[in-house]
């Protein structure tokens, strides 16, 4: 199945990626993951996305097309795959689709976490991540054990530079303005499915579940 889990930064999506990652056995797709490593690699990528993702802006669009089409490309993704923050505006989805028409694929679902601002920011400014492993936590709903420590590999955890208040309020500014239509675009093209993204990782877990089991009815 290949989905895109959409929804305001801080949703959650993620999270919630990986469930969908064990449940149906298809790679994660985040392109703020993919950039993210390159930041830290110091490519020539990493090194002009850096200074942009700070800022809490948009990455070009051209830029993120061609990490995706390199990822989608790969024999991980043949059977499907979880798109996680992207795409983020209309040229990206317009790419995707043309990018997905070629490839002779296409989107089955779009599920859409919907979050206000004010639970945004609480989501956002509570986020930790390990910065040897990876993992991520969150200070209220997932905490690690120790509060500065990743239980999985003792790593420090770190805040993102992007999870600061001042950039938070420009990425919800880039996201009201530039992401937000996405909404439109896919209701639509009838692929649009909301759920809340409100409640704990269980409850949205199984919101879900109970949508991938419509959908996956529908394959069949
Ligand atoms: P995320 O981890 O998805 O919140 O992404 C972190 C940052 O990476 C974003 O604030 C953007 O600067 C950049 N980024 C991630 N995905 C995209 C995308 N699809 N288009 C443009 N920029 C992106």
């Known amino acids: 199945m290949n989905l895109i889990l959409f929804g305001p930064p801080g949703a959650g999506k993620g999270t919630q990626a990986q469930f969908i990652v064990e449940r149906l056995g298809v790679p994660q797709v985040s392109t703020g993951d993919m950039l993210r490593a390159a930041v830290k690699a110091q490519t020539p990528l990493g ?32 059977n499907g795959f979880v798109l996680d923050g992207f795409p983020r505006t209309i040229a990206q989805a317009d790419a995707l689709d043309k990018m997905l028409v070629e490839i002779g694929r296409e989107i089955d679902c779009v599920i859409s976490m919907e979050l206000d601002d004010s639970q945004i920011i ?5 986020r930790r991540t390990c910065s040897v492993c990876g993992k ?18 003792g790593g420090p955890l770190v805040q993102r530079d992007d999870d ?31 759920i809340e993204g409100c409640g704990s990782i269980k409850e949205i877990q199984l919101q879900i579940s109970s949508l991938l089991e419509g959908r996956q009815g529908d394959h069949s």
């Open 47 to 78: 090194i002009m996305a850096k200074k942009i993702m700070d800022s809490g802006g948009l990455v070009s669009d051209d830029v993120v097309m061609a990490i995706v089409k390199d990822r989608l490309a790969q024999p991980d993704c043949e």
């Open 122 to 126: 609480q989501r956002l400014s509570g």
């Open 136 to 153: 991520g936590y969150h200070l209220t709903y997932d905490p690690p054990a120790s509060v500065d420590q990743c239980t999985l590999c």
């Open 164 to 194: 600061r208040e001042r950039t938070i309020i420009n990425r919800l500014d880039v996201y009201a303005r530039q992401t937000a239509p996405l909404k439109d675009y896919y209701e639509q093209s009838g692929l649009l499915r909301h």
